[in-house]
Each structure stands twice: as C-alpha cells, then as structure tokens.
C-alpha cells in the first residue's frame, strides 16, 4: 500500500512511525520507550531514509518523495498501521498524539506476549 507524505514534514513523519511502531523479537534490547520529536527525525532524516530499525523499533520503511510504500511497516506494526499513524498526523500535526501512542503500547504488548510465549 502507498501512503501520501505530500507537503508534511518529513521529520515529523518518521517521529510519527517510529512513535507508532513496536519492538520486535531481539528489538526489546535496545528498545527506547522515549517518543521521538519532530525535530529528532529531522536530523535522522538527513543522514538516511531508509530504516530497518530505530532504537529496537522495527521501521521497515522509506521515507523520500511524496508517497510511501508501507508493506514492510504494516506487516510487522499492523495493518494499516502506517496510515493510521500518518492520518493521524495531518489531523492533529502531533508526531505522537493519542492515536499514536495508542497504536504504540498496543503494538508493545502484542509484541511482548509474542516474545513471551517464544522464549518458554
């Protein structure tokens, strides 16, 4: 699925998945609970665009031109995950709004009982 990314800020995007996604598997390792500002992405979005993992957070998106291809995103953080979360920006212009912190800690805790049941 492509989501459009047309005249938002490109930083507040990748804060908004990155806020919205989950840890995942060896991810709780390194998992960052902090939100990432708008202003953080910015600066990590100059450097790439294309991200694997954040801080344990799985990504698997790219973020470059108007539209994203969220098929690696959403099969890991949900279907429809990434749209929800980029709706959710353009409605509020928040990077981790309620919407998005909901869509977060459900994420988590679906990721950790996962996680949960593979190491018994």
């Known amino acids: 699925m492509k989501v459009s ?16 996604s989950r840890p995942q598997g060896m991810g709780f ?6 939100p ?10 100059k450097r790439q665009r294309d991200f694997d993992y954040l801080q344990g957070r799985v990504m698997k998106i790219e973020i470059s031109g108007d539209e ?7 099969r890991d953080n949900g279907e429809g995950a990434a749209a929800k979360a ?8 928040q990077p981790n709004g309620d919407a998005i912190k909901q869509q977060h800690s ?5 990721a950790a009982a996962q996680l949960k049941d593979r190491i018994r």
Not at 29 to 34: G, I, S
Not at 68 to 74: C, E, F, K, L, V
Request: aromatic share 8%.
């Open 5 to 20: 990314i047309k005249d938002l800020d490109k930083g507040a995007v990748l804060a908004a998945l990155y806020n919205a």
């Open 86 to 93: 980029i709706a959710s920006l353009r409605e509020t212009g």
């Open 36 to 45: 990432m500002t708008a202003e953080q992405g910015g600066v990590l979005i």
């Open 29 to 34: 390792v390194q998992f960052d609970p902090k």
């Open 106 to 110: 459900r994420g988590t805790l679906a």
């Open 68 to 74: 994203i291809d969220t098929w690696g995103y959403d």
